[in-house]
């Protein structure tokens, strides 16, 4: 029992260098960042449990891979199904690699406190989606209702909403899991997680659009999240979902304070790095005497 709590102990190390150091070293809050809705189960796991080392091994796994890839899924295996973990990311098609990378980092410190110790979460940030679950949900469909946002009806401009109903249209009948359109003033975006097969997507992007044109009506913008898939759309420059817009504010740092804080970061993980290796020859070297 020692010797598993040591690891138990040893991996929420881990799990909390890596995404603090990841977070640590990415830029500062961007609109990509903006958290748009979270769900949680009802299902509590018990603390220091094996669930939990698996959780946050699959966790971290997410935050790597988004670093090169801006979807992927995991499946943490453990020695009982009750200890089985899955879970996936999904970033907006259009971000770079760093912005897809932040934002999946940036949902995963959202887990914890808006999700303590349950076996399943999620979080949507305007530029990603991350959820995981001791339930498997990959490669199944949901067209449940996870948010809808519509903004204030500025009048009805038949004429505008016309050009609305067209770039809808054209999103619902366009191919690919990612999909943006526009008319004049009015912009459309829309985009299925990618487990789900182009049918499966296809499925899901349909009733979003119909249910957000049916339930938005004549709004000047309307917000459509369902459980794997979600259609947007902005009249008149009411939002902009285009990533020219989403300028982050580190970016306006000079480059000596980006230069000094990337060498504080490094002295600090050094420091951890060698608090790590000490933990790890007095809690694990000791258990083998």
């Known amino acids: 029992m020692e010797k598993f709590a040591c690891f138990q102990l040893l991996s929420l190390i881990l799990f909390s260098l890596q995404i603090w150091s990841t977070y640590f070293f990415l830029p500062a809050h961007s609109s990509l960042d903006n958290f748009l809705y979270g769900g949680c189960s009802p299902i509590k796991y018990a603390p220091n449990s094996q669930f939990e080392s698996n959780l946050n091994s699959l966790l971290t796994s997410l935050v790597n891979s988004a670093t090169y890839s801006a979807y992927n899924k995991y499946t943490i295996m453990g020695s009982s199904p009750q200890d089985v973990v899955y879970g996936l990311y999904q970033c907006r098609a259009d971000l770079a690699m760093p912005d897809c990378a932040t934002c999946v980092a940036r949902a995963v410190t959202h887990l914890s406190p808006l999700c303590p110790q349950t076996c399943g979460g999620a979080v949507q940030l305007e530029g990603c989606f991350v959820k995981y679950d001791n339930v498997s949900f990959v490669g199944v469909e949901d067209k449940t209702v996870a948010m809808k ?141």
Do not use: W
Request: hydrophobic residues 35%.
């Open 149 to 289: 946002k519509c903004g204030p009806s500025d009048g009805y401009n038949a004429d505008q909403m016309g050009r609305r109903d067209a770039v809808l249209a054209g999103l619902n009948g366009a191919g690919g899991a990612y999909r943006v359109g526009g008319s004049e003033d009015v912009q459309g975006v829309a985009q299925c997680v990618g487990d789900l097969s182009m049918g499966q997507c296809q499925d899901c992007l349909t009733e979003a659009i119909r249910r957000l044109k049916a339930e938005c009506g004549g709004a000047v913008f309307g917000d459509m999240f369902l459980g794997k898939c979600y259609a947007r759309y902005s009249t008149g420059g009411a939002r902009d979902y285009s990533k020219s817009n989403n300028q982050v504010h580190g970016s306006f740092h000079s480059e000596s304070e980006k230069t000094f804080a990337i060498i504080i970061g490094l002295l600090a993980v050094v420091a951890l790095v060698i608090i790590f290796l000490t933990f790890v020859r007095r809690c694990c070297g000791g258990n083998g005497k």
